[in-house]
């Protein structure tokens, strides 16, 4: 053999590196770990929820990525990008490029819609500014974002070493409706709601949240000078009452100091309209719901454009219905324009619009508003942009991508999954669902449990090893939940008459109360659009939907379920001082680190430093305040302890507080008894967060309860318990109407309404009403399928 002939067969050094190492990670609740994944691969991470495994993907492998990559760029630039501190690991070795698909919902900004958040939009608005009849001006003519203005004027400028002055005229061609600027629908205010008209300004006529005369605002009234105080409201003229409810903001002066004075209804605007309803407090969502109205647009009919962009047309048909119609529709309209002079942009909107069907959500329209998408759709469309990109070597990070999916749905997934891998592309997917788990190259099983009693890597290797591992997930791996002997009867019913949002097509409906009711159906059929729209609204209805908790790292479960209103009060009334005194936000927080428990060093572009405080030693609390016991205990131990340990300690003796051991109660209930009181909000999994809120919304009183995929981040131990917390709320006499897609919820069921056949226009009809067992005999509808072949593997 010559060396030449030995130089070809041996390695090469660079192709070594077939490995990503991560030795000594500790992010989170990682107990010193060591795991080795291969690249190019699809590597599934499994484990209960809480275990780690996102501690180990995002917090760990993806953000040293992310993190490397920032420090290429220079300290100016890194100055404008957030900074990452580096994650708690002894290495991290043979890192590629991280692109993370996660299923945060996309921000609920009224400008953003799906062909905004996927460029497609951007596509369509140079392509009707080439094609459209008659022209009516560049692509930005066709943006309901921007407005149009002209303006004319004198510009001074340098000519030939002399100042002159020469007029200069412009003008903006935007598509942006004057009317709702662009939002598709205008406010309508409920006037009663605001203020009683027969009481004065004096009286306390206003009765908007936080608008008392007592303070500033009395001030501001009073000493405008636009109205008379003490004037009944009903007896306002034009123009005072003008000047209450629409004044624009003018300069006053009150008591010697310079005010701005703004009428009622642009301040509620600006301070009330502009933020996400999620975001908002109690009372004032309760405000804006009861005094504000949103109705569609007049102008634009709620295309959000103006009459210019709607004029212009291609074969008929203006930028505006292109959005309105279903993806798959539009993908077949813009196949069948045949014009050389565009192609290259033709042949990019199509891949694009393909890809939104081939990915599943066809359904859809570009001009739905991102905010309203859900969590699997959400992660989904971002998936979009990286399907048909022609990088390889490069690491993709899923979050549980078959969220919201339909067993249909979920095979269309794992082969885009492959596809990707397929690429020469290394793919790390957490996930819970069988189905996927099934088409791993590798698995990294993380547990033994949860919180505390996880963080370690219990099983690595492949799927056969998995399953005869012993572990959790080895052992709930082929489970199969069977069809229940006998339903139980319903109390009555709850009709739906005509709904007709979105997809659905004049549904009748009539959901039996007293039982476990599952609507089901493949993504986009229409399950949310009939409860949200015709259920979610009705007076005894308790909903827990996906939205996102919203917390900061001052936020725990103690403060976000009210658990910490007892808990003060009962140390207050046990040692005689102001329970103000045992909240870490308030008066007995720790003066140095003001009650975070950690000191924060600002580095500017480098990664910022948290120090334990040396004054509390990271208790949070003053000196004084933890001398204060109660059954022996200080509060900064209370909030150190587990919902388990708090539960027996608030059940009995000193300590008994039956307030919080309810609460305690319904906390352990959802499989939370692991969490402890002060753990930060920011650092739980998303399936310990909606387990969070449904935990919340169980003490509220109602009759009937909407959950909307409560499985959603549930390793399948976890599902069980689930399904016996489930049993007993009806078993309490509860009516639980859950939106679902995982069989072992549909077998537990003791009736389904399953919606389609299709999705989009082809789905928004019930298809199929009646017990589980009923389903499964018929097999007409592709959920009656899947459900037949999912029982017939249960063990006998």
């Known amino acids: 053999m010559t060396s030449t002939d030995m130089a070809t067969t041996a390695q090469h050094v660079a192709d070594s590196h077939d490995l990503i190492r991560v030795h000594g990670a500790r992010e989170n609740n990682l107990k010193d770990i060591s795991v080795e994944l291969p690249k190019r691969r699809l590597t599934v991470f499994t484990g209960v929820s809480g275990s780690g495994k996102s501690s180990l993907v995002f917090a760990t492998i993806a953000a040293e990525s992310q993190r490397l990559i920032n420090e290429t760029y220079s300290t100016f ?38 062909g905004t958040v996927t460029d497609a939009n951007a596509l369509l608005r140079i392509l009707f500014s080439r094609l459209g009849r008659p022209h009516i001006g560049s692509a930005q003519a066709f943006s309901f974002n921007v407005a149009s203005i002209s303006g004319a004027g004198a510009v001074t400028l340098e000519k030939g070493g002399q100042t002159v002055k020469e007029r200069r005229e412009f003008s903006i061609t935007g598509g942006m409706c004057p009317r709702c600027e662009g939002r598709g629908s205008v406010q309508d205010f409920d006037l009663t709601a605001l203020y009683d008209d027969s009481k004065s300004l004096s009286q306390g006529a206003l009765t908007i949240p936080g ?97 210019g962009a709607r004029s212009s047309k291609i074969n008929g048909l203006s930028i505006a ?34 890809s939104f069907v081939e990915i ?57 999954l492959l596809r990707l891998r397929d690429k020469g592309n290394t793919v790390l997917v957490v996930e819970h669902k069988p189905e996927t788990i099934a088409i791993a ?45 006998s339903v139980r009867s319903s109390t009555g019913a709850l009709e739906v ?120 030693e990271g208790r949070r609390f003053q000196a004084a305040v933890l001398d204060y016991k109660l059954g022996g ?75 909307d995929e409560p499985t959603t981040g549930l390793h399948l131990a976890d599902v069980e318990q689930l399904l016996a917390l489930l049993g007993r709320l009806v078993d309490s006499g509860k009516s639980v109407i859950v939106i679902e897609h995982h069989q072992a919820v549909m077998a537990h069921a003791d009736w389904v309404i399953d919606l389609g056949p299709g999705a989009g226009h082809d789905g928004g009809r019930v298809v199929f009403e009646g017990t589980p067992a009923e389903l499964v005999a018929e097999r007409s509808t592709l959920t009656g399928e899947h459900l037949a072949d999912y029982v017939a593997a249960a063990p006998a």
């Open 497 to 616: 008459r005509g709904a007709s949002l979105h997809n659905l097509e004049d549904v009748d409906v009539d959901i039996p109360l007293g039982l476990l009711v599952v609507v089901t159906g493949v993504a986009g059929s229409g399950k949310s659009s009939l409860i949200s729209g015709s259920v979610s609204g009705r007076e005894g209805v308790v909903t827990v939907d996906q939205t996102s908790i919203k917390g900061s790292r001052r936020s725990n479960p103690a403060t976000y379920t009210g658990l910490l209103d007892p808990i003060r009060k009962a140390f207050a009334k046990a040692n005689g001082v102001k329970p103000a005194l045992f909240s870490p936000n308030s008066e007995g927080a720790c003066p140095t680190c003001k009650g975070a428990g950690v000191v924060y060093t600002d580095l500017a572009m480098m990664a910022g430093v948290a120090t334990t405080c040396e004054e509390c």
């Open 321 to 354: 219905d292109a959005c309105a119609m279903q993806i798959s529709d539009l993908a077949e309209w813009v196949r069948g324009l045949d014009e050389p002079s565009v192609a290259p942009l033709l042949a990019s909107l199509g891949e694009t619009l393909d």
């Open 633 to 707: 205990r200080d509060i900064s131990e209370v909030l150190a302890m587990s919902v388990d340990e708090a539960a027996a300690f608030f059940k009995a003796g000193e300590a008994k507080t039956p307030a919080a051991h309810k609460l305690l109660t319904q906390l352990a209930d959802v499989g939370l008894g692991y969490l402890t009181l002060g753990q930060p909000l920011t650092t739980l999994s998303g399936g310990e967060r909606q387990r969070l809120k449904l935990a919340t919304h169980m003490g509220e009183k109602g009759g009937v309860y909407v959950l």
């Open 360 to 416: 599943g959500l066809g359904y859809l329209s570009l001009a739905r508003p991102s905010g309203t998408l859900s969590g699997g759709e959400a992660q989904r469309t971002k998936m979009i942009r990286h399907l048909g990109s022609s990088l390889t070597d490069v690491t993709y990070v899923f979050d549980e991508p078959t969220i919201g999916l339909h067993p249909h749905d979920i095979q269309r997934m794992n082969a885009l």
């Open 77 to 114: 630039i890194q100055g404008f990008m957030p900074t990452l501190a580096r994650p708690d690991v002894d290495l991290l070795d043979g890192l590629t490029t991280a692109i993370i698909v996660d299923q945060e919902r996309m921000g609920a900004n009224p400008r953003s819609t799906v």
């Open 441 to 485: 190259d590798h698995v990294v099983d993380l547990g033994p449990g949860a919180g505390a009693a996880g963080g370690e890597v219990v099983y690595e290797g492949t799927l056969d090893g998995l399953r005869t591992s012993g572990t959790l997930t080895g052992h709930h791996l082929d489970d199969r939940a069977r069809l229940k002997d």
């Open 211 to 307: 608008y008392s005369m007592d303070g500033w605002f009395g001030r501001i009234f009073s000493g405008s000078g636009f109205f008379d105080m003490k004037k009944p409201i009903r007896k306002y003229t034009k123009r005072e009452l003008h000047d209450l409810l629409y004044k624009e903001p003018t300069k006053i002066k009150v008591e010697g100091i310079n005010l701005t004075y703004e009428g009622i209804i642009p301040k509620i605007r600006k301070s009330m309209l502009s933020k996400d309803p999620e975001a908002m407090q109690p009372h004032i969502r309760a405000f804006v719901e009861r005094a504000v109205t949103f109705m569609t647009c007049p102008d634009c009919d709620g295309t959000r454009l103006n009459e």
